[in-house]
């Protein structure tokens, strides 16, 4: 059961999913939402906006997960950290299947890059296994393994490569606390209110049940940054995860 947390740090645990196609549209979510502290820049809208759209965000006083999950080979990838290190985000994502040297050497950069620029190296989170897969869209990659077991596995080959959080389903939070401890930080996407649509997700959960099993952050998108008020609907889920605990 998760304990009694300030209202205040429980809306903190909120990262708000920028998910859209433009800066435009991005500026309209930063300024509806005064209270969210983090917000996520993710594929679609840093490949339409660019570097420059991490310096919006910090603009607003806020917090960056950039959330492009990194796999390539290692010095490719921890290239690509340093320049996120340099650029100032909070969080950032790569793949755990891209291996334990892969990881290695992204840690190894994150530090070394901030420790020149006087900062606080980014959390960096080992993606396991996405939310839109299940056991047979694993299958289909030659993967045998269960979800839930492969998500542990490669849980496990983050934590023993210096990674200090992971990115998985609401459905592995209680697994991988259990077997790989309290301080491996875990963030979830899949997350849902019982009064939004489960969309293209499939391994989902509501933001009170995430908190409760021991989720550090939950990523929530369109439930709402799409809904009517998105300032009401943050402080509606803030108010779900508030009576949880």
């Known amino acids: 059961m ?15 999913a920028l998910d859209v196609k433009n800066q435009a549209e991005a ?15 993710g594929l679609e809208l840093f490949t339409a906006e660019g570097p420059a759209m991490i310096e919006t965000v910090k603009n607003y006083g806020r917090q960056v997960f950039l959330d492009l999950k990194l796999h ?5 990838v921890a290239s690509a950290v340093r320049a996120a290190v340099r650029r100032g985000v909070s969080m950032l994502t790569i793949h755990t299947s891209g291996g334990k040297e892969m990881m290695r050497r992204a840690v190894q950069a994150a530090e070394e890059e901030a420790e020149k620029e006087g900062t606080e190296p980014p959390l960096l989170l080992g993606v396991t296994v996405l939310t839109s897969l299940k056991d047979k869209d694993l299958e289909e990659t030659g993967v045998i393994s269960e979800t839930q077991v492969q998500v542990l596995r490669l849980a ?22 259990r077997e790989l401890g309290p301080d491996l930080k875990i963030i979830t996407p899949g997350i849902r209110p019982v009064w939004a649509e489960a969309q293209d997700q499939k391994r989902i959960m509501t933001p009170a049940e995430a908190l409760i099993k021991g989720a550090d952050y939950m990523v929530i ?5 799409q809904a009517a008020s998105p300032a009401e609907a943050f402080t509606r889920i803030a108010g779900e995860l508030e009576a949880a605990v």
């Not at 390539?72 to 490719?76: A, C, G, L, S, V």
């Not at 496990?156 to 606390?177: D, M, N, T």
């Not at 998108?221 to 940054?225: A, K, S, V």
């Open 27 to 41: 500026q309209k979510i930063l300024e509806s939402l005064p209270e969210a502290r983090i917000f996520k820049v």
């Open 156 to 177: 496990g080959l983050a934590l023993a490569s210096g990674l200090k959080g992971i990115v998985c389903s609401p459905q592995e939070i209680e697994l991988v606390r």
């Open 221 to 225: 998108g369109r439930p709402i940054t």
């Open 72 to 76: 390539d080979i290692p010095n490719t």
């Open 2 to 16: 998760a304990e009694k947390i300030a209202l205040k740090e429980l809306k903190g645990k909120i990262i708000i």
